[in-house]
């Protein structure tokens, strides 16, 4: 559908390749929506969104607000926008908002809703050890993720997808997908589908205290874990009263018992610790205040002996 003219609501670099397909076509942009600048890194330096960084740098305006405010909803209405697209924007949107546009407002969400509603559904799916997961192309209502659904498109999750590959990967589905959907926005409106509230499931967003790793589970559910949070907040674990982050791990083929937490071999290639169930392989650890290393390079400055053990802390309040 040509000449569209499209508010775009979004924050992170899942958006971007949403935000970047829109401006390339026929569809006007007529303003951005984002958050606002956030503290980041050790530093805490003040840091823009990358949507606001890739707005800056094609001249669009952009608007940052942590609130839909009435103020805000008349400078939209005044742009006369024919669909408001939003992807990850982080806000919920008041019904005068989600009734404004002619179209009203298009959500790119990045899973195969009804599962997964929610902040962090790519990062769930892998954590529950889901074997597909897809972008969905939903017509917002009041509720969280609970609108007509426009199209779906399905995408296998690879046995080392870190919730950062598998995003990026969903992003560019998704923005495909949007392209689709806009070109025949009114037919697919008038044929949308209302999502199954019986098959529905939360993604609720992540936390701290959730990446503490329980050495007592199984192998298979501790990696997950350890793919599932990454790039945020990462897995975490004590060995001998520092705390350790774990970026990349795969579960070892080590046969025998061995004891929840204990490691059982270290070389080069990785330090196995022992779970519930099978064991651990760990390839890439943070220790606190340090950088992330390759396990050949953490065993040079940090050794790690054998039939030590990885603790189930460190506490998170």
């Known amino acids: 559908m040509n000449n569209l003219r499209a508010i775009f609501a979004g924050t992170p ?3 971007l390749p949403s935000l970047q397909s829109l401006v390339k076509s026929d569809v006007e942009v007529v303003a951005v929506l984002t958050q606002p600048d956030r503290p980041k890194g050790r530093g805490r330096k003040l840091t823009a969104p990358p949507v606001k960084l890739f ?6 305006q952009v608007l940052q607000t942590h609130r839909i405010t009435g103020e805000l909803q008349d400078e939209l209405n005044g742009l006369a926008p024919d669909v408001m697209v939003v992807v990850a924007f982080g806000l919920l949107l008041p019904i005068e908002l989600l009734q404004l546009p002619r179209y009203g407002c298009i959500n790119v969400h990045a899973s195969l809703l009804p599962k997964w509603r929610g902040a962090a559904p790519v990062a769930r799916a892998i954590e ?3 074997s597909n997961t897809g972008v969905t192309i939903m017509h917002m209502d009041v509720g969280l993720d609970t609108g007509p659904m426009l199209s779906q498109v399905e995408c296998a999750i690879q046995m080392d997808d870190t919730t950062q590959t598998l995003q990026q990967k969903l992003a560019v589905l998704g ?16 044929e949308s589908s209302p999502q199954m509230d019986s098959l529905a499931s939360y993604a609720a967003k992540l936390t701290v205290a959730e990446s503490i790793i329980d050495w007592n589970q ?3 559910k501790i990696v997950r874990k350890v793919r599932a949070y990454n ?11 520092m705390g350790i982050r774990i970026w990349s791990a795969q579960v070892s083929t080590h046969t025998g018992i061995a004891t929840p937490g204990k490691v ?4 080069s290639r990785g330090v196995i610790v022992g779970a519930g169930h099978d064991a651990v392989n760990i390839l890439c650890l943070q220790r606190d205040g340090k950088k992330r290393m390759r396990v050949q390079e953490f065993l040079s400055g940090f050794p790690i002996s054998l039939g030590s053990t990885f603790e189930h802390g460190p506490k998170v309040d």
């Open 175 to 190: 923005a495909q997908e949007l392209m689709e959907t806009l070109n025949t926005l009114p037919l697919k409106l008038k």
């Open 264 to 267: 059982i071999e270290c070389t």
């Open 128 to 130: 529950a050890g889901d």
């Open 13 to 15: 670099e899942f958006a």
């Open 231 to 241: 790039p945020w907040p990462i897995a975490r674990t004590n060995y001998q009263g």
């Open 218 to 220: 199984s192998a298979d």
């Open 55 to 60: 707005c800056e740098d094609q001249g669009i």
